[in-house]
């Protein structure tokens, strides 16, 4: 079974500065996905960025790039010069293949962490 | 727009009645599968289908059943309504089945449900 650990339940950060949202993950299987998922207050889950088990570098995405730790099992979301608009749950997710015939099962959620940017 | 259509948006059920969420994609995805999100719990799979007749059982299918007749369509009936069954619902879907890991899944709006 998959697991998805996010130890942060809520951070403060000023505007302007960088943030770290903390993902740690378990799984048995060798080929992965970790997706990170923005959900604003008007609900709506919004993908931000997606990095495979076998990416050499870490994925980014404008203002978004992803620390992906390996050997260390993480996938922390960076967030560079943080906005008002970036206040939201973010949600760290993975998939895995569903099963020997390819295919990819459903995500598996963390329990998110909710990020308020203060001006 | 394009996308996941899910509605009602919000709904009032009294425990033991029966309700159906409905969730409806135009973009051709195969691959379709129903979540519950609950304070402090992230999301959680209840259901999903990888193509029309075809559906199997999530993290937490137990009160829920699920019917997949076309690709477009992916209903979610609550057949006696439990007030643990007061969540906020997403249907999710991804274009295929063997779709690669880095497929992401694409959320309808959401349906908020209270159960008293």
């Known amino acids: 079974a998959q697991k998805i650990t996010q130890t942060q339940p809520g951070m403060f950060v000023q505007e302007k500065e960088a943030v770290t949202l903390d993902c740690t993950y378990d799984?048995?299987?060798?080929?992965?996905?970790l997706f990170w998922y923005k959900q604003p207050s008007s609900g709506e889950m919004i993908f931000l960025i997606y990095?495979?088990?076998?990416?050499?570098q870490n994925a980014t995405e404008g203002r978004y790039s992803l620390n992906f730790q390996k050997a260390r099992k993480s996938a922390n979301l960076v967030i560079s010069a943080s906005q008002l608009g970036d206040s939201a749950m973010y949600f760290c997710a993975m998939r895995v293949p569903r099963d020997s015939g390819g295919g990819a099962d459903g995500l598996t959620f963390g329990k998110g962490t909710h990020l308020i940017i203060q001006p | 727009n394009a996308g996941v259509t899910q509605t009602p948006k919000f709904h009032i059920l009294k425990t033991g009645q029966s309700m159906t969420l409905q969730c409806a994609q135009d973009?051709?995805?195969?691959?379709l599968s129903w979540y519950r999100q609950d304070p402090g719990m992230g999301l959680r799979r209840i259901h999903y289908?990888?193509?029309?007749?075809?559906?199997d059982k999530g993290e937490v299918p137990d009160g829920y059943n699920v019917s997949r007749s076309n690709t477009e369509d992916f209903p979610l009936r609550l057949e006696s309504a439990a007030p643990s069954q007061t969540s906020v619902y997403f249907c999710a879907s991804s274009p295929r089945d063997r779709a690669p890991l880095s497929q992401p899944q694409h959320f309808g709006d959401g349906t908020r449900l209270s159960i008293l």
């Open positions: 289908s990888v193509a029309a007749g075809i559906t």
């Open positions: 973009m051709n995805h195969g691959y």
């Open positions: 990095q495979g088990s076998y990416d050499q």
């Open positions: 799984t048995s299987d060798p080929s992965y996905g």
